[in-house]
Each structure stands twice: as C-alpha cells, then as structure tokens.
C-alpha cells in the first residue's frame, strides 16, 4: 500500500484507506468480469442486481481516484455519472446538486471498507493551478477504462468452450496494454507513486513478451505501452472525427449511449436494465429488414428481456447489409 500522500488522499473515503491504482483495478475488473460472466450465462439470476450495484461502486472508484489525479474532465463526469446510477440503484432520488453522486460513491467505498464518515466524504485541500496530465492516447479516459474491463472479461470468458470464437490473445494483449496505460497515466499524474510506475513498467515488460519481443528498461517498457496502443488507436480510431454538434448526437465522441436491454414486467410493458456506448454512424440509424439476427424486428427476446439487435444497424439512408450470424 503506498506511504505517500497523492491528490486522491485530500478526499476522507481515500484519505483512510489509501487504495492504489493496481487494487483499485483489480477490485473493478473483477467485478465487471462477475457481472459480464451472470448476463451471459445465467440473465435471468437473481446476482444481477448485486453484481451491477459492485461493478458501479469499483469502476466508478477507480474512475475517481483517476480523475483526481489526472484532473481529466471526462473522468470526472464519469465519476459522477456512476455515482448517480449507484444512488438510483439504491434507491435514492439525485436532486440537482451535483455533488451527490460522487458524495454516495466515495460514502459507499469507505462503508465498503468498514470506514463510516458523513455525507460529504471530502475535505478542503489547496486549488492546483497546474495543467491537467496530459493523455497518453487519443480515446478518453472513461473508454479506456472500459475498454480494459471489456478486454480482461471475454479473455476469461474466451477460455471456456462455449465462446470459442473469441480471440483470447488479442483480448490478452489489448488488457495488457490497456491497463497499462492507465497505469502510466497514474504515475505520470503522481511523481512519487513508485508502485503504479513499476506496475506500468511490469505491464510493458509483458506485453513486450507477449510480442516476443527482447526485454527493455522500466522507462522503455512503459513508452512501449503507449507506442503499441498507439499504433491500435490509429488502426480502430476515425480519422475524421465526430463533430461536437454531429447529427447523431454523440457530442464528438463516436459513440452513443444507448439502452440494450429491457425487463420484462408483464402486459408487453418493458423497463430498461443496461446500457452501453454503441457507434454512431453520424447520423440516425436504421435497421436492416432481411438481418439475419432479428428478422428485421430490430429486437431479440431472450427469456424475460428484450435485447437490441446491433447486428443490422446502418446509417439511415444508407443501404443496409444484413449481416449473417458469422459475420456478426
């Protein structure tokens, strides 16, 4: 556990138990690998929504503890954005003031860890003048979080017969580097934390020997990680980004929050459950008729939900290719 006092400490929940970024990582995958593993297998059980309130409660720590490092914006908002949905899972009204996600967030992380403070869970600490640490990396912070999570769940889930089709070393390699970065990017953002710099460090030794690659020095190691994702983000990410005012509202970001999962409550009356960020065409979407997913309903209905279908989506306007379950 780190002796040094880093920007995420000035918050009391912190301050007492003084997580770091590698806990706080494990602590998130794991939980998003619990949950990914139930919707897959067992939808219908009744862990879901215990599993979704501990996925919310570990990412949205780590997001924060993050974001008061790096100062990033996104990573703030995200914070905030799980600490409300963690508020609505308990069942607790969000009024206007905006602290309140994060307050339950951070309340809820200390009683997780047998701390007990008041409602706010913050405390004063001096205005840092300096810049932001800058990303190493194109995508958000919150995306590279996610994306991390993603990866280090279906690369379990790919070692089980029944995902076969998953890729497991590219999965293997993208956690790798994922998770990585956000280390980096931790210690770059707290100079004195030198066990998330030999975490960054350890983590590029591995993807280096993944790529069966000769060894490097720690410092080497790390710039490794970033010119490696570099090379992915150039490979998946759009050249001509998404305008800030882009018509299919995704604000810039190339993706759009979208719910893919309803609950069934009887009488053809269904309550959304989950959602994810989905890619935005730039514009409204249509659904194929002939998709091979869904017959062209657009939705499929597993046992007691509804599911979006993605498989058919196309710009609207567009001719639409089904896809086949092969391609999907």
């Not at 996925?55 to 703030?76: P, S």
């Amino acid at each position: 556990m780190p002796v040094g006092h880093h920007p995420e400490h000035a918050v009391k929940a912190y301050q007492d138990e003084r997580p770091s970024v590698t806990r706080l990582i494990l602590e998130a995958r794991w939980a998003h690998y619990r949950l990914t593993d139930t919707l897959e297998h067992d939808p219908d059980s009744n862990t879901v929504p215990a599993l979704r309130r501990l996925k919310l409660l570990h990412a949205g720590a780590l997001i924060d503890v993050l974001a008061l490092r790096t100062r990033d914006l996104d990573l703030y908002e995200a914070a905030r954005d799980h600490g409300a949905a963690l508020r609505e899972v308990d069942g607790l009204a969000l009024d206007d003031h905006p602290h309140n996600g994060l307050d339950h967030l951070r309340a809820q992380y200390a009683r997780l860890h047998h701390h007990t403070h008041s409602d706010a869970c913050r405390a004063p600490h001096p205005a840092d003048e300096s810049r932001p640490t800058k990303r190493p990396f194109r995508r958000s912070g919150p995306r590279l979080v996610r994306h991390m999570l993603d990866a280090y769940a279906w690369a379990q889930l790919g070692l089980t017969s029944r995902f076969h089709a998953v890729d497991v070393a590219s999965e293997q390699r993208r956690h790798f580097m994922t998770r990585g970065l956000l280390l980096d990017w931790a210690a770059t953002a707290a100079p004195t934390d030198s066990a998330a710099a030999a975490a960054a460090a350890n983590a590029g030794h591995a993807l280096r020997t993944f790529d069966r690659r000769a060894a490097l020095n720690d410092l080497r190691a790390r710039a490794y990680l970033r010119d490696a994702f570099r090379d992915l983000d150039d490979q998946e990410e759009d050249d001509d980004p998404h305008p800030r005012d882009c018509p299919g509202h995704c604000y810039g970001t190339g993706e759009v929050l979208t719910v893919l999962t309803w609950e069934h409550q009887g009488d053809d009356i269904y309550t959304p459950v989950h959602q994810e960020p989905v890619l935005c065409f730039g514009t409204a979407t249509a659904h194929a008729p002939d998709c091979a997913t869904c017959d062209g309903h657009g939705f499929t209905y597993p046992p007691g939900y509804r599911e979006l279908c993605l498989d058919g989506r196309s710009p609207n306007g567009a001719p639409a290719t089904a896809l086949t379950p092969q391609e999907a």
